[in-house]
């Protein structure tokens, strides 16, 4: 197929791919990659476009795998769990309404699931929960093409490093055709949702992480208010309470993505109105409480559009990262209208996660898409740089290769295997080739 100019989800990262397509079977994909070859142009994946970085940008071949999808086999297992296989173009949405059919469930979720489950692996995506991994740590098997055209299979016991490596691969490796996904008994989550003060919420932070399931909360800017969320794992067969049509529409529809659009606009114009709308929304929050499916209570609508960076430090800092976040906001000009959202995760073993190795807070700094970020960007990066930060793989940041190697122990481990698996960098772009060098 002839190429189109592409834009990701943002709007933020444009391509001009020579060619784009879209193979419905490993066959087909052997075949796109033979002319890519034979044409001297390189190659790159993209998913659902939800990277705010140039990491899927393709001025050469642009591949999606979005009809190479669908769930192709479930191995139970006697504790109720199972092996799930799909193809790496299924989307995270459709996988896991699926899952709930079949009485299973991920074990944890980012808060959006319009990727697909390739794309999420590959940049690194991740939910919240001091007990749980990202969404890489519950690959148990992943079977990826190369460059001359090869399947290669990789788990735990077989080819072990390109496992570690290929887990979170950024597209680098080879063209992620299946995955298999290490599936729980379906589960709801009882959803509690209320406002507090940033405060109270640090005065209590280690505490309250380590006894809710999955706790984040968003801290409003220019103001001392969060919005804390705590969701409850509950067994599949819970009574499930909804959040009512008309509750839901208000809340997340019309005020969370209507209003807030039209507020943007308006600040965006008018910056200096900021601080005030932020106090009046964050007091205007009412607490809600609902019981629903894990993957419904996981995921929200977004439709607002922004740029985001989010940072990955060590549990124990974030305290200071955001109340030096604080006060740089209240020696600066700058007026941020978007929230700050704070998520938590488990240390995990995979090369290039941004989790490797310790507990692990994310800060995720947002701007209207209509702004300019820079500033601020800069500002949160240099402060999580300080304790050691590592930048989510799909979200902006400005660090290349010679910083990342510092910051990852595996980083020429990576290196390695990308050389061995890639040696012509078929699989290679520019941006890739600034975080690796």
Request: net charge negative; glycine share 8%.
């Given at each position: 197929?002839?190429?189109?100019?592409?834009?990701?989800?943002?709007?933020?990262?444009?391509?001009?791919?020579?060619?784009?397509?879209?193979p419905?079977?490993?066959?087909?994909?052997?075949s796109?990659?033979?002319?890519?070859?034979?044409?001297?142009?390189?190659?790159?994946?993209?998913?659902?476009?939800?990277?705010?970085?140039?990491?899927a940008?393709?001025?050469?071949?642009?591949?999606?795998?979005d009809?190479?999808?669908?769930?192709?086999?479930?191995v139970?297992n006697?504790?109720?769990?199972a092996?799930?296989?799909?193809l790496?173009?299924?989307?995270?949405?459709?996988?896991?309404?699926?899952?709930?059919?079949?009485?299973?469930?991920?074990?944890n979720?980012?808060?959006?699931?319009?990727?697909?489950?390739?794309g999420?692996?590959?940049?690194g995506?991740?939910?919240t929960?001091?007990?749980?991994?990202?969404i890489a740590?519950?690959?148990?098997?992943?079977e990826?093409?190369?460059?001359?055209?090869?399947?290669?299979?990789?788990?735990r016991d077989?080819?072990?490093?390109?496992?570690?490596?290929?887990?979170?691969?950024?597209?680098?490796?080879?063209?992620i055709?299946?995955?298999?996904?290490?599936?729980?008994?379906?589960?709801?989550?009882?959803?509690?949702?209320e406002?507090?003060?940033?405060?109270?919420?640090?005065?209590?932070?280690?505490?309250?992480?380590?006894?809710?399931?999955?706790?984040?909360?968003?801290?409003f800017?220019h103001?001392?208010?969060v919005?804390?969320?705590?969701?409850?794992r509950?067994?599949?067969?819970?009574e499930?309470?909804?959040?009512?049509?008309v509750?839901?529409?208000?809340?997340d529809?019309?005020?969370?993505?209507?209003?807030?659009?039209?507020?943007?606009?308006?600040?965006?114009?008018?910056?200096?109105?900021?601080?005030?709308?932020?106090?009046?929304?964050?007091?205007?929050?009412?607490?809600r409480?609902?019981t629903?499916?894990?993957y419904?209570?996981?995921?929200?609508?977004?439709?607002?559009?922004?740029v985001?960076?989010?940072?990955?430090?060590?549990?124990?800092?974030?305290?200071?990262?955001?109340r030096?976040v604080?006060?740089?906001l209240?020696?600066?000009?700058?007026?941020?209208?978007?929230p700050?959202?704070?998520?938590?995760a488990?240390?995990?073993?995979?090369?290039?996660?941004?989790?490797y190795?310790?507990?692990?807070?994310?800060?995720a700094?947002h701007?209207?898409?209509?702004?300019?970020?820079?500033?601020y960007?800069?500002?949160?990066?240099?402060?999580?740089?300080?304790?050691?930060?590592?930048?989510?793989?799909?979200?902006?940041?400005?660090?290349?290769?010679?910083?990342l190697?510092?910051?990852?122990?595996?980083?020429?481990?990576?290196?390695?295997?990308?050389?061995?698996?890639?040696?012509?960098?078929?699989?290679g772009?520019?941006?890739?080739?600034?975080?690796l060098?």
């Open positions: 197929m002839i190429g189109r100019p592409w834009q990701n989800w943002a709007g933020n990262q444009h391509a001009f791919p020579s060619d784009r397509a879209e419905a079977s490993v066959d087909e994909l052997r796109v990659l033979q002319r890519a070859i034979e044409g001297s142009r390189p190659v790159r994946c993209v998913g659902a476009g939800h990277s705010f970085t140039p990491i940008v393709a001025d050469g071949v642009q591949i999606s795998l009809s190479l999808r669908g769930i192709e086999s479930v139970r006697d504790d109720g769990s092996q799930v296989t799909v790496a173009g299924t989307r995270l949405r459709e996988l896991t309404a699926q899952l709930w059919d079949l009485g299973l469930a991920m074990t979720l980012g808060d959006i699931d319009e990727q697909s489950v390739a999420a692996i590959s940049t995506t991740h939910g929960g001091a007990r749980f991994g990202g740590t519950q690959v148990q098997a992943l990826l093409m190369t460059a001359d055209g090869r399947l290669v299979r990789c788990s077989e080819n072990a490093e390109l496992f570690d490596a290929a887990r979170i691969g950024l597209g680098a490796l080879g063209v055709t299946r995955v298999t996904l290490h599936c729980v008994p379906a589960f709801a989550l009882r959803a509690v949702e406002p507090s003060t940033l405060t109270a919420t640090l005065a209590e932070l280690e505490t309250t992480v380590a006894a809710v399931d999955h706790f984040e909360f968003y801290w800017p103001t001392d208010r919005l804390t969320k705590r969701n409850t509950l067994p599949g067969n819970a499930l309470r909804p959040l009512g049509k509750r839901s529409y208000l809340d529809e019309l005020l969370s993505n209507t209003v807030f659009e039209g507020l943007n606009r308006v600040v965006t114009r008018v910056p200096a109105l900021i601080p005030r709308l932020n106090a009046v929304s964050a007091r205007a929050l009412s607490a409480e609902y629903d499916r894990s419904r209570v996981f995921a929200s609508s977004r439709t607002v559009k922004f985001e960076m989010e940072y990955a430090v060590p549990a124990s800092e974030i305290g200071w990262v955001l030096e604080d006060r740089w209240e020696q600066s000009s700058m007026s941020i209208a978007f700050v959202e704070v998520r938590f488990a240390a995990d073993d995979i090369w290039l996660s941004t989790a190795g310790r507990p692990t807070a994310y800060i700094v701007q209207y898409h209509r702004r300019d970020h820079r500033e960007f800069d500002a949160v990066e240099a402060i999580c740089r300080s304790v050691g930060g590592r930048p989510h793989w799909g979200k902006l940041h400005s660090l290349g290769g010679d910083a190697r510092d910051t990852y122990e595996h980083f020429d481990d990576f290196v390695r295997i990308r050389d061995s698996m890639d040696p012509t960098k078929l699989f772009s520019n941006y890739l080739e600034h975080l060098s």
